[in-house]
C-alpha cells in the first residue's frame, strides 16, 4: 500500500470506529476505570472500539505495529505502526459533550515521536460528521475541502490549549496560558488535542500549545498540521511529545515557542 492507500484504509476504519462511538454514547457511557489520575477516565466504548480498529487493522495489515491508548503497544515487522487514540477527548464523551474524534495515523520507523515519520492520518469528529485527512505529500483535506492554517489578525491569535490530568501541573498549565496571552485574542480549551490540530490545519484555530500530550494524541493532527503548510514541534530541537507540543504558521509557532522556552528557562513551567 502506498501513502493514498494508507490513508484510504485509515478513512474506512475510522468512520466505522466513529460511528460505534456514537452509537455507545447514545446508549449510556459507563466509566471502566481510572489512569494515570482520578481525572484520568477510560470508558467501556473507548476499549470497544479501540478493540474494533485494532482488528479492523490486524485483518488488513497483519505485519504492521500497533501503539493504542488502551491496549498499549505490539511490535510489527512492516516498519509501520498505526498511532490510535480511539476516543480523543475522553472526558467530554463521558460528560455528553459532542466534541471527540477517533483519530488514527499511521508511521514509518520506530514508534517514538521523536524519530517517527508520518504516513497518512485520519481524524473523524462523529457528532459533527467531520473527517479531517491527510497523507505524506498529499496535502490536509477535511472531506473534498484542501486546507491551509491561518495567520492571526490584528487582534491576535485564537490559541487552543489544555491542562493535565494531574492537578499537580496546573499551575504550570495556567503559567504558560498567562504566558503566550500576549499573542492571544482569545483561548479555546476544547478537550481534544487531535481537533484542536485539525482546527489549526483548517485555519480554524490559529494556534495550540499543550503539555502532556502521549503519542496518540498528537500522531495524526501533527501530520494534518504539516499538510497544510503549518509548523509542529515540542521545546525547540525536539518533535511534539509530552514535555509540549506547539502547533501553528510557521510565524506564530516561532512566537509561540519562544515565549514557552522564556517561562521554561524561568523555572516556572
Ligand atoms: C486528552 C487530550 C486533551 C488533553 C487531555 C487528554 P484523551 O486525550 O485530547 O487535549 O488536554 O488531558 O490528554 O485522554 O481524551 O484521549
Keep these: ?6 490513508r484510504d484504509l485509515a478513512v474506512d476504519i475510522a468512520k466505522e470506529a466513529g460511528a460505534l462511538a456514537r452509537r455507545r454514547r447514545s446508549e449510556g457511557v459507563a466509566i471502566a ?11 467501556e466504548a473507548d476499549r470497544e472500539v479501540e ?12 505485519d504492521d505495529g500497533f501503539l493504542g491508548e488502551e491496549s498499549g503497544a505490539e511490535r510489527g515487522a512492516s516498519g509501520l505502526t498505526w498511532v490510535v487514540d480511539p476516543i480523543d477527548g475522553t472526558v467530554n464523551y463521558a460528560y455528553g459533550i459532542p466534541h471527540y474524534a477517533v483519530s488514527i495515523a499511521v508511521v514509518e520507523g520506530e514508534p517514538e515521536p521523536q524519530t517517527w515519520d508520518a504516513v497518512a492520518a485520519a481524524v473523524f ?4 460528521d467531520e473527517l479531517f485527512t491527510a497523507y505524506r505529500g498529499g496535502g490536509a483535506w477535511l472531506g473534498d475541502a ?3 492554517v491561518g495567520e492571526p489578525g490584528d487582534a491576535g491569535a485564537l490559541i487552543a490549549t489544555g491542562f493535565g490530568y494531574d492537578p499537580a501541573t496546573h499551575a504550570g498549565d495556567l503559567e504558560r496560558v498567562a504566558q ?22 483548517a485555519g480554524r484555530l490559529d494556534g495550540y500549545v499543550e503539555r502532556g500530550l502521549q503519542p496518540w494524541d498528537h500522531a495524526a493532527g501533527a501530520l494534518l498540521v504539516r499538510e497544510a503548510g503549518g509548523v509542529v514541534t515540542g521545546m525547540p ?3 511534539p511529545d509530552r ?11 516561532a512566537a509561540l515557542q519562544e515565549r514557552v522556552v522564556l517561562l521554561a528557562e524561568n523555572g516556572s513551567a
Design 1 to 6: 500500500m502506498d501513502a493514498r492507500e494508507l
Design 33 to 43: 476505570a481510572t489512569k494515570s489520575a482520578l481525572a484520568d477516565i477510560v470508558t
Design 51 to 62: 478493540l474494533l480498529i485494532r482488528a479492523r487493522l490486524g485483518d488488513a495489515r497483519p
Design 125 to 128: 469528529a462523529p457528532t459533527e
Design 146 to 148: 484542501r486546507l491551509a
Design 180 to 201: 503566550i496571552m500576549p499573542l492571544a485574542r482569545d483561548i479555546r480549551r476544547a478537550g481534544a488535542a487531535s481537533l484542536d490540530l485539525a482546527y489549526v490545519a
Design 237 to 239: 530541537g525536539q518533535q
Design 243 to 253: 514535555p509540549m507540543t506547539i502547533a501553528a504558521s510557521p510565524s506564530l509557532h
